[in-house]
């Protein structure tokens, strides 16, 4: 029988995620596995718990991953916080957005949204307005939207939400360890993540955190959470307080990768990796430039780890990608939805954030293009 | 900064799951991550169903693994089959059984139980009898009971069902792999398992599969699946068809970790593993027998995997295993609900199950107990 993973060939990861693994977050994943209850274990997810809060910057209590990719952290959020009927706003300029807006119909709330052009970003003021009109239990955002190259001004709007009753969830599964993610300087109520994006980590996990007004709500339901796999009150009496109760079985190895990932992150220092994000972005930007590639996304909303570019005019974009996979070894993101064909994802996510990186893509398009 | 992952001892995992794994899946899981649309990881997308098809003995196209733990395997099949109303019968003799009751309720379905006592099986007749009452949109059991190491009479079950509209579910977490699961033959129409029992692979995916009159109840469906992550009308896109479309990003290296314990098993052979199994089981009674420890099953139902063995009599449970993990480093598994405190739980699943193992533990047992 032939093995499928011998003939594995390494790519340099540029999409909108997964981004390249660190060597050290490889060997975490193959550590001897151990039990779940295993006081050993209770450790490391202790450490986890304290490493989050730091790169979430967030002193939430219930600051924790889930056991499942990004998607399910938005699904963490939501069905916990929605009960039926609930009035939620939701601000959509791509698909992470829409996908928000799904999950919350399908859990029987009263949904609006807010729709801005995508490649553009959520306007203050419009939200200002809407807020003036109705109350909302929840207001969600994306801060970073992987499908446009956007971010979002998340402080803008949490100070729009002020002394408002409204919940604030947001969508940090691009953002976080890349760019500044002030879950409590921002009074984020919900924000989710995961592990793929700039924490550099495989996909497999997604962080959450939650403050104590949004601990309350999930407390104070009339009803059980319609989801048995991501209840939090049962979750959180397995990474919470002395006598740590069986739920699941948590995925240990994955759980050894998010560990190293997010050490690595907090001993390179918060700083020093958004600035290296930055300086690479500026990189790339000045690179593409000199190829004739202009971005998507104006200056001052502009992602520095998801690089939305213009598919130059005649250019055959699936060609691209197919020639700089197959020839180069490099990954590069298609666009999704009313971008599709228009324009490139490329990704400076976490370790594909290195110079080296972008010289590597920027050779390898100039001889694609040619 | 201090590492945890650097101080981590390798435990012998004699507990109910996870269980040992063996060093080409840990290698498998430290392979390069790749993207999830990638065409080499389409390719082990694909051997990886039929390699599961083949270990579930079952031709149904839709049978791959969820990216969660076990339980989001059970939550996949419960969610997507059932709609508010449907009338489902859960046979319940133990914690699992339970779990599904809770959650069928939160997704509003008539639930009828029968339950048994925890350490006996299912009683068919009584089945029988139920289904002569009532006719069910589901018929929901429990293969291998975890917490009481009961394995119940599926295929008896299965005759009952004979003619009747109802879909049958088991829940095979911890038979699969060890035991044989014979989808097709037993007309089983949802199935789900875990990673980390008889697969012998870390915790944190959930194969599933669903029969043609399954698929065909979730493409009937009135309402949307009520849960966006674990909804398979969107991940079959992913999973089948010539073009792949995104749903989620795919927890890749866990995938390989899966693939490669899936090759090991069929390398190895189901009828071999099986035995291997039930070898080591008897080697196990033998010698615990010889210590004076019995067996809580009678021997008609006894799993060969997961060891219900009765504490013997003055025996501080708690530390007999805190010895054994900390002085031994050997974890077995404790008693749940009305079995804590009156039985271990010993697992021989896949890995585990060696011969050598059972030495040492009887060994360690030998020691702790005198």
Chains 1, 2 share one sequence.
């Not at 790519?11 to 209850?37: E, N, R």
């Not at 991501?230 to 959180?236: A, E, H, S, V």
Request: net charge negative; glycine share 8%.
């Amino acid at each position: 029988m032939n093995n499928q993973l011998d003939a594995l060939e390494e790519i340099l990861l540029m999409g909108p995620g997964p981004s390249c693994v660190p060597p050290q977050v490889y060997t975490a994943l193959s550590k001897p596995t151990i039990g779940h209850l295993d006081p050993q274990f209770i450790g490391i997810m202790d450490k986890i718990k304290s490493l989050l809060q730091g790169v979430m910057q967030t002193k939430n209590t219930l600051t924790i991953p889930m056991s499942g990719t990004g998607s399910s952290g938005m699904e963490t959020c939501l069905v916990n916080l929605i009960e039926p009927g609930d009035k939620v706003l939701i601000l959509i300029n791509g698909v992470f957005g829409k996908r928000m807006e799904d999950l919350a119909r399908r859990l029987g709330a009263q949904v609006d949204t807010l729709e801005f052009e995508w490649g553009t970003c959520v306007i203050p003021e419009q939200v200002k307005e809407q807020l003036g009109k109705k109350e909302y239990a929840i207001v969600a955002i994306v801060h970073a939207e992987t499908s446009t190259g956007v971010c979002n001004p998340v402080e803008e709007i949490s100070e729009l939400l002020g002394e408002k009753e409204s919940l604030f969830l947001v969508d940090a599964v691009t953002s976080l360890g890349g760019i500044p993610v002030k879950t409590d300087e921002w009074k984020v109520d919900a924000m989710f993540s995961g592990t793929q994006k700039c924490l550099s980590c495989p996909p497999g996990l997604a962080p959450v955190s939650f403050s104590a007004a949004a601990v309350d709500k999930i407390k104070a339901r009339k009803t059980k959470v319609p989801n048995w796999y991501l209840d939090l009150t049962m979750i959180i009496n397995y990474w919470e307080g002395s006598q740590r109760a069986y739920h699941h079985t948590a995925p240990i190895n994955m759980l050894y990768g998010l560990y190293q990932a997010l050490y690595n992150l907090m001993a390179e220092g918060l700083e020093t990796v958004f600035d290296r994000h930055l300086d690479t972005h500026r990189a790339l930007v000045s690179s593409l430039d000199s190829l004739g590639i202009k971005m998507l996304v104006d200056p001052d909303y502009r992602l520095p780890m998801l690089n939305a570019v213009i598919i130059p005019e005649g250019v055959d974009e699936a060609r691209v990608r197919k020639q700089l996979l197959n020839e180069y070894k490099i990954e590069i993101g298609a666009g999704l939805g009313p971008l599709a064909g228009k324009i490139w994802r490329i990704g400076l996510m976490g370790h594909t954030a290195r110079i080296e990186n972008v010289e590597r893509l920027t050779c390898a398009l100039k001889k694609v293009l040619k």
